[in-house]
């Protein structure tokens, strides 16, 4: 990102944690979902966020939008704590700050016509004065998402799951946000769907200035719609950086497995390629190791690894958190 582009939201040393503990009689437990993490986001800019799934990335994302609340860490958004916003600001912040949910079946409530599930954060931000407004508002953005104006008076079951998202989309961008969190917003959909709701994702928000934290469990598709991204594991941060270079020269043992499990389409091509096969078990967030979160399955691992927690650190463009980086 150069000098010049302005952070839009800072997220600093962020813990999410839950207590799972069952009963009163057991032993605390606590899932450590999100562990210590800190990343920027700038303006107009796409950070995408991969890593298996229980990796913490959907949480972090809702801790972002305030459907949790965090354990310790700030969240910045144009400068300003959210966890200290009430009453105007709070609710202006909710404008601001729309998500787009994973599952386009149970997102939609399925009573609603598509008009009044687009309206309805319209009437709850008093976006527009009148229902007329309103609706003209819903035509242009069904138009927007590549949707028809007669879609209108139609419910959430007469539509695929492609179009079903793209009605998700249409009532995020409702309100006129500035920054939008797509919680793997694709991985519901069919694999021929996917690259046009990602495409016209990319076009709204050349469109319309949006900034967008983009979660999903495929990195080919995270890289192809992100300026940055940030590789999670168990709840950390494990390395971040522009995507061409997260994507092509991966510097984290980690990424470099979640690489090598891509398919690729061209046979001769794919005959070549080492594909590494993650051994052991995921850790449970619960418990997770001491050390380094990833040496339990890193064929690099060392003693050192078991035993101390890799600080992140800057490597070139790359902010990476491995002990074979430090000097
Ligand atoms: Fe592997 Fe050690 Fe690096 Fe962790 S710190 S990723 S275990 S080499």
């Known amino acids: 990102m150069s000098e010049q582009q302005k952070v839009i939201l800072s997220v600093k040393n962020l813990k999410t944690y839950f207590d799972v503990t069952k009963g009163i009689f057991t032993k605390k437990q606590i899932v450590k979902a999100v562990d210590d993490v800190s990343f920027d986001v700038y303006e107009n800019e796409t950070f995408g966020l991969v890593g298996e799934s229980g990796c913490g990335k ?15 860490g700030s969240i910045e958004f144009e400068g300003q704590d959210i966890a200290r916003l009430k009453g105007n600001q709070l609710i202006s912040f909710r404008k601001d700050m729309q998500m787009i ?25 008093n976006i527009y004065n009148t229902d007329a407004e309103r609706e003209q508002r819903v035509v242009e953005l069904l138009k927007i998402v590549g949707l028809k104006p007669d879609h209108i008076r139609r419910y959430p079951a ?25 919680d793997e917003p694709i991985s519901a959909l069919d694999v021929s769907i996917q690259a046009q709701v990602v495409n016209l994702l990319k076009d ?20 192809h719609i992100s300026d940055r991204i940030g590789v999670m594991y168990l709840g950390h941060m494990v ?13 984290h043992p980690y990424t470099t497995a979640l690489l090598s499990a891509i398919p690729i389409p061209d046979p001769d091509v794919a005959k070549n390629k080492q594909r590494i096969v993650l051994g052991g078990e995921v850790p449970s967030p619960i418990n997770p190791p001491k050390g380094c979160p990833f040496c339990t399955r890193c064929t690099k691992a060392t003693e050192r690894c078991n035993n101390e927690r890799p600080e992140p650190i800057q490597v070139g463009t790359r902010i990476v958190a491995c002990h074979l980086y430090e000097r």
């Open 58 to 72: 959907t949480t972090l994302g809702r801790t972002i939008v305030k459907l949790y609340e965090p354990e310790s």
């Open 101 to 125: 949910f994973q599952d386009p079946y149970a997102s939609l409530n399925p009573r609603m016509t598509v008009g009044e599930i687009i309206k309805e954060p319209m009437i709850i931000h």
């Open 158 to 182: 007469e539509f695929s799951g492609g179009q079903r998202q793209r009605i998700g989309i249409a009532r995020a961008l409702a309100v006129n946000p500035k920054f939008i969190v797509c």
């Open 204 to 223: 709204i928000q050349k469109e319309m200035g949006l900034s967008y934290l983009f979660i999903a469990h495929d990195l080919s598709m995270v890289k």
């Open 239 to 251: 390395e971040m950086g522009p995507a061409n270079d997260v994507y092509h020269r991966p510097l």
